[in-house]
Every structure is written in C-alpha cells, then in structure tokens.
C-alpha cells in the first residue's frame, strides 16, 4: 500500500487555511515552489546551527545524550519531519529542541506549538520514550530557551488537525475557507481560490 506522508510545515500550512491542503495536496499546485521554500529555508536554519549548537543548552534542560537532524516519519501518523535535534532527559523521557533563526517575541506562536506536538509524537513512537517536554531556541535572542509542555490535549488537538487533512486528501473535498479576508490578501492562492 502507498503511503501520502505530510510533513509538520504542511500541517501548519493547514491551519493557516483548510483550502491550503486541497490546493497543495489534492490538486497539487505549487508543490514544486513549495518544497523549494521549505528546503531552503532548511538550509537557512541549518548553516546557523552551526553556530549556535551549544552542548550548554542541552545541560541546562538535563539532557543526557541527543541526536543531532534526525529524520523521523511513522506510517500511523502518515506523517514526515526533521528535528533538529532529539534530547534524551534524565527523568526517562525524551524532548525534541528545535532552534528558530528568530528573535524572541514574548510568546511561542500556536504553529509552532503544534510543529513541537508533532515532533513529539514522532519521537513517542520511534524510541518508545515519553515526551512532554519540547524546547526551541530562538538564536536572534542569545539563543534564548523556552519550554513547551507537550500535554495529552495537544496531543489529541494535532491528531484531530492530521484527520482533517486526510480526510480533504482522501475524500478529494472542497474545505471551507477560513474566515479572515486579511490572509487572503496575502495568500499566493488567491488567483485560484474560490472564495
Ligand atoms: S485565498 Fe483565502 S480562502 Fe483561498 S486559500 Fe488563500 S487564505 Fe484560503
């Protein structure tokens, strides 16, 4: 059996706006331009890496050990992603730490609140360890930490986000737009959105 895999940035795209996975994903468009962004975004975020990959960031959340751009995807989940790097604590559990080339703004945006979820649930599965903890690195800030707590509840929020979309891709449906005109002014699929 084919797989569709989906990776974190397209689930993210979905909450931007339902009709984002039918375009991208039912019909297609922009696919291309699409990964083409993602993947050099990714280098962007990886030469910086360099820089800033500090093992006293690891300490300071009581790491033991970790694996540096690990590529993990689970056919459960139907879902692909890379993490920048995959701790392993003390207490037994284990946490994703994603570094953001971003300056620290008072407040984790809901995207990547839900990125880190899915991390976590990737992690879950592959080494079979508990995440409840992820923590980003926002290098523009002196590579300021923050702390998410990875609760059962947003857990079941990204599982009922990934059903969503599946059900768009598998039933070939139109969505509902999202209601805000602001992000249609800005949405490189204005052109062939019927709003
Ligand atoms: S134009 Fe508006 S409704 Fe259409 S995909 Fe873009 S954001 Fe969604």
């Known amino acids: 059996m084919d797989f569709i895999f989906i990776t974190p940035s397209e689930v993210i795209?979905?909450?931007?706006?339902?009709?984002?996975t039918y375009f991208m994903n039912v019909l297609k468009v922009g696919q291309h331009e699409h990964r083409r962004q993602l993947v050099n975004k990714g280098r962007l975020i990886h030469e910086n890496k360099l820089v800033t990959n500090k093992d006293y960031l690891r300490k300071k959340v009581g790491a033991d050990s970790k694996l540096l751009d690990v590529y993990l995807s689970s056919e459960q989940l139907?879902?692909?992603?890379?993490?920048?790097?995959?701790?392993?604590?003390?207490?037994?559990?284990?946490?994703?730490?994603?570094?953001?080339?971003?300056?620290?703004?008072?407040?984790?945006?809901?995207?990547?609140?839900?990125?880190?979820?899915?991390?976590a649930m990737l992690i879950e599965l592959q080494f079979q360890?508990?995440?409840?903890?992820?923590?980003?690195?926002?290098?523009?800030?002196?590579?300021?930490l923050e702390q998410i707590d990875i609760t059962e509840n947003l857990k079941i929020k990204a599982k009922k986000v990934l059903d969503d979309i599946f059900n768009i891709i598998n039933l070939s449906?139109?969505?509902?737009?999202?209601?805000?005109?602001?992000?249609?002014e800005d949405c490189t699929y204005r052109n062939i959105c019927v709003a």
């Open 129 to 144: 360890r508990t995440v409840n903890r992820a923590f980003i690195v926002y290098v523009r800030s002196k590579n300021h």
């Open 173 to 184: 449906y139109y969505p509902n737009a999202k209601k805000s005109k602001r992000k249609c």
């Open 13 to 20: 795209e979905h909450m931007f706006c339902p009709r984002f």
């Open 78 to 119: 139907m879902l692909v992603g890379k993490i920048d790097e995959v701790l392993f604590l003390q207490d037994g559990t284990a946490a994703p730490l994603d570094y953001k080339y971003a300056f620290w703004e008072n407040r984790i945006y809901n995207t990547h609140i839900m990125q880190q979820t899915l991390y």
